[in-house]
């Protein structure tokens, strides 16, 4: 993640020409890309996404990253129901889990996901497999998602001013950002379950 965190930065000529060649394509890459980071963990998905805020614009970054938060989460919690642990212990710690689970009734189950979501975003991959495992409906956990894609859209639209500022400022804080969120939260969110 790191090494690709330094890569975009001093090769975004080369991946902006790359997109407004192929402004078809490069959407559908973007989209699988992330769906892939989503539904394999450790592929970074979120900094190929920001880095792409200038090609694109934050308008469309922010919807093609949410068709594919949508279909990657939607994917990473119908393959951790149909395979369950076997799957899911790859990609999230199940002791959490069932911790989690075991405080939580059927009614309070949606209002936690939503939190935790919020809580989590950098790694909602991790969240959305540990959900599929959980008791919580399908139906339940999509409104939880599609819930909280608005914040996800004013990161994108702080993004895209810091672009018009300065391309290069822009992509170090957001990438520097999302290191910074997703690593306080993996080792502090799973910390406070056990």
Excluded at 50 to 66: C, D, K
Excluded at 130 to 155: D, M, Q, Y
Excluded at 175 to 193: D, H, L, M, N, W
């Amino acid at each position: 993640m790191l090494a690709l965190a330094l890569w975009v930065p001093s090769n975004l000529d080369t991946i902006t020409e790359l997109a407004k060649k192929h402004h078809i394509i490069a959407p559908l890459i973007m989209i699988i890309w992330r769906i892939l980071a989503i539904v394999i963990p450790p592929v970074p998905g979120a900094i190929v996404t920001y880095a792409l805020i200038p090609v694109f614009g934050w308008f469309y970054s922010f919807l093609y990253s949410a068709i594919a938060i949508l279909v990657g989460e939607s994917l990473a919690f119908m393959l951790a129901r149909k395979f369950r642990e076997p799957l899911a212990k790859r990609f999230t710690p199940l002791q959490a889990l069932h911790k989690w689970e075991s405080r939580l009734s059927g009614t309070t189950e949606f209002l936690a996901l939503v939190g935790i979501k919020l809580v989590t975003a950098y790694i909602s991959d991790f969240i959305s497999y540990a959900a599929g495992l959980s008791r919580l409906s399908f139906k339940k956990f999509f409104a939880a998602t599609v819930i909280l894609l608005p914040l996800n859209g004013i990161v994108f639209y702080a993004g895209g001013k810091l672009y018009e500022l300065n391309t290069h400022i822009a992509i170090v804080t957001l990438v520097g950002a999302v290191i910074v969120i997703y690593t306080f939260q993996k080792s502090k969110i799973f910390e406070k379950i056990k």
